[in-house]
């Protein structure tokens, strides 16, 4: 300690005094005084990488816990494929009387639709076709009916069949045999319906390209009449009547 001249007994102390001070803040600034360093606060992030990778693990495997919920409440596991399946439309079944003779029995049928050729200026996006045959209804029996069905789309085939010209009546025989024209409606995307007029063979029936191209279609059933019941709905069956019971195994004595 270095003592300043011309100083007293008195000042010689408090020279001490201020050397000692002097000395604590060189060993603060060399380092020293590390260890007099307040805790970090609560609310800190952690300055070691090791703390905060233990953090985000122990978050991780809290979120993967079974059981666990997302921000709605609802189980993690439950997704889109939980929900239940929409239920499918029913077709509208309509009970009708008998049909007129040279009338399409179809419900919906646009019967004040034109009828002619196919011209090319005329472009369908769908097409619907009434089919007259039997259906059995549930708890009412078999029955005579006129489907409407309709197709969507994929009609290039059936739009070049339509086109082509009906053959000339030839001399050769024709088989012995009659087929009911189907009965087919267009609609255009503005809406303009059209009843096509179909190409015929040469002994008058629809060509066979045509019923392919229709047979080709996807179809969808837009809707049932029915027309009159060909037979009643069968009485239900039980089983194990006496005379069934009777013809069985016998029973151990």
Do not use: Y
């Not at 179809?106 to 089919?131: D, I, K, M, Q, Y």
């Amino acid at each position: 300690m270095i003592t300043p001249i011309g100083t007293t007994g008195g000042g010689r102390g408090r020279t001490r005094a201020m050397a000692v001070m002097l000395l604590a803040v060189g060993a603060l600034a060399a380092g020293c005084g590390t260890a007099s360093v307040s805790p970090v606060s609560a609310g800190a992030q952690p300055s070691s990488p090791a703390a905060g990778a233990a953090t985000s693990s122990g978050t991780q495997s809290a979120s993967a816990a079974p059981g666990s919920t997302g921000s709605s409440g609802t189980p993690a596991s439950a997704g889109a494929s939980g929900s239940p399946a929409a239920p499918a439309t029913p077709v509208p079944t309509v009970s009708g009387g008998t049909v007129p003779a040279g009338e399409v029995a179809c419900v919906g049928w646009p019967a004040s639709a034109p009828t002619g050729s196919l011209p090319a200026s005329f472009v369908p996006v769908s097409v619907e076709r009434c089919l007259d045959g039997a259906e059995t209804i549930p708890g009412k029996g078999l029955w005579s009916t006129a489907t409407l069905e309709r197709a969507d789309g994929g009609l290039a085939a059936l739009l070049s069949a339509l086109r082509q010209p009906s053959e000339g009546h030839s001399d050769h025989i024709c088989p012995a045999l009659a087929m009911i024209p189907p009965a087919l409606v267009l609609t255009s995307a503005t809406g303009q319906q059209l009843i096509p007029r179909l190409p015929v063979s040469s002994c008058g029936l629809t060509q066979s390209r045509v019923v392919v191209a229709l047979d080709g279609l996807h179809w969808n059933t837009v809707s049932v009449r029915l027309i009159a019941q060909i037979s009643a709905a069968a009485a239900p069956t039980v089983t194990g009547s006496p005379r069934t019971l009777q013809s069985g195994a016998a029973q151990p004595q």
